[in-house]
């Protein structure tokens, strides 16, 4: 039997995520114990607050000791904090900027993607599937300066929902690339529309989402990251207009400003839009 991308299980993709997080760099170590004293202090009696509000008994309480340990052996803490975490850490983080609106970046990023230069198809395969879609835009500094050789770094999930490098039998680098923007600052990137992708339902977080009565579903969505020397780095997604999940992404990860208006293509075969990035300075 060959391996398919359909054999995709939480544990693979949860087991990437953790072991591709524990590469970079360790950051936070210099926090002073005074500060980690107080927010660890706040966390743990916010739960102690939950537990008297509801009157949690031992029956939950083991319930969730259980729970809280399979999710480090599902390699799901990643996925866990970045679904129902990373999005107000973003917004806080992010609050001062003026450009473009950024929002979380997730659990599948993978660094230093194949470059393609200013303008050219994705990484992909020759029958890739999906509606063929050309993103073409400039990155700006506030003052409406374009910068050239600015970076833009890009990934998504397949027509499947799934990211290459964690879920097997995709090609190492499928639907990943940096591109390189010209003189004017401008990039063209050719791809296919992903799909709306569902978190693994299999694992820990399924198993609080299905306990909960809660979906899985985030929106269809394309990943980036776009720099420039000077600039603060933007990680931000895109979504497509009309999507049902734009709503209710159980990431909480939509906001307004970040979805295309994307228009059939002159030549029939897809869909072309057009959406520009504006770098706030470090
Ligand atoms: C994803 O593709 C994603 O973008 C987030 C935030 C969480 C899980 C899967
Ligand atoms: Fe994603």
């Known amino acids: 039997m060959t391996t398919t991308e359909f054999d995709a299980k939480a544990a693979d993709s949860g087991a990437g995520a953790t072991a591709a997080f524990l590469k970079k760099q360790g950051a936070g170590a210099d926090t002073p114990p005074e500060r980690v004293s107080q927010l660890a202090t706040e966390v743990i009696t916010a739960v102690h607050d939950v537990v008297r509000r509801h009157g949690v008994t031992y029956a939950e309480y083991d319930a969730v000791k259980s729970w809280l340990i399979n ?35 997730g659990p599948y990023y993978v660094p230093d993607a194949p470059v ?59 639907l990943r690339g940096t591109y390189l923007a010209d003189e004017e600052g401008r990039f063209e990137i050719t791809t296919v ?56 992404d159980i990431a909480s990860a939509v906001k307004p400003e970040l979805v295309l208006d994307p228009q059939p293509a002159a030549d029939g075969t897809g869909e072309t839009v057009v959406y520009d990035f504006v770098l706030d300075p470090e």
């Open 193 to 248: 529309r992903p799909a709306p992708y569902q978190i693994p339902t299999d694992g820990s977080c399924g198993k609080l989402i299905s306990a909960a009565g809660w979906h899985a579903w985030r929106p269809a969505h394309l990943h980036l990251k776009v720099s420039a020397p000077g600039k603060d780095l933007l990680t931000a997604q895109l979504y497509f207009p009309g999507d049902a999940h734009n709503d209710d």
């Open 71 to 105: 999710v480090g052996q599902d390699g799901e803490w990643p996925l866990f904090l970045d679904v129902w975490i990373e999005h107000v850490v973003e917004e806080v983080a992010n609050a001062h900027h003026q450009g473009n609106k950024g929002t979380i970046e």
């Open 116 to 174: 393609v230069g200013a303008r050219g198809p994705l990484p992909m395969r020759d029958d890739e599937a999906g509606t063929p879609l050309v993103f073409s835009g400039q990155v700006r500094d506030l003052d409406g300066t374009a910068l050239p050789g600015a970076k833009v770094e890009i990934w998504h999930a397949d027509a499947n929902g799934f990211y290459s490098q964690y879920a097997p039998g995709l090609p190492e680098w499928n």
